[in-house]
């Protein structure tokens, strides 16, 4: 073996043991996630860092909530926009991914096709960049994250982590923000517009989300909500 070839294989060795190590890291906290809130998300640290290199105001709002403390609009509104076979799939929803496929193959555009737990996953672990490795490890974590925490967990967290504007992060802070009222009296509408923010909730603001929000409200209604 070359000096090269042994360079090449230490280096695959320590990437290995990383990645290891990594995965292993988040397991464990998976295991913690069942009884104990996060008090940050890695995508909270993420925001916090790219204000310092921008030099950008930051101002951090979030409170964690029981699930009970979030009105049943409001989380029906969410899995319909986000994740509408939730319930059914184990993580991962192979349908919605070819149906994205297939009307990428019409449009030339690929849109997201991201279950719930996946998203929960890059949040609280991973950072929003688009990488393979970053995917990998998402993959990677989410069969185990639906083995450990189970659906309601998994909803509970999401609703309680994900970014609802700059700085805004979970149900009960988007709406004491964008609303003034707590997540719990977050009505049909409102609840429909704060989901039509979640894809890009750094651009999008729910006083615009009108046709998006009927489009979510006419699939809550073909689901039974």
Request: no cysteine; glycine share 6%.
């Amino acid at each position: 073996m070359t000096q090269k070839h042994r360079l090449l294989y230490r280096l695959l060795r320590y990437l290995l043991a990383a990645v290891l190590g990594f995965y292993t890291l988040a397991a464990l906290g998976l295991l913690a996630l069942r009884s104990v809130n996060p008090p940050f998300t890695a995508v909270q640290i993420e925001r916090r860092v790219q204000s310092w290199f921008h030099k950008t105001p930051y101002h951090k709002r979030y409170a964690f909530v029981p699930l009970n403390h979030i009105s049943l609009d409001f989380q029906h509104a969410v899995i319909a926009a986000e994740d509408s076979r939730f319930y059914q799939h184990h993580g991962f929803d192979w349908e919605e991914v070819r149906n994205a496929i297939e009307e990428e193959q019409e449009d030339g555009r690929l849109r997201g096709a991201s279950t719930i737990t996946q998203q929960l996953v890059k949040n609280l672990f991973l950072t929003t960049s688009r990488s393979f490795v970053r995917k990998g490890i998402e993959y990677l974590l989410v069969p185990i994250a639906e083995r450990i925490l189970g659906k309601r967990r998994i909803l509970e967290l999401y609703l309680n982590v994900v970014e609802w504007g700059s700085g805004v992060y979970g149900a009960e802070a988007a709406a004491q923000y964008h609303y003034g009222i707590g997540a719990a009296l977050v009505n049909r509408d409102q609840g429909t517009r704060l989901a039509a923010v979640l894809p890009s909730p750094l651009r999008r603001k729910p006083s615009r989300m009108s046709e998006y929000s009927a489009r979510i409200q006419e699939r809550m209604r073909k689901m039974g909500w």
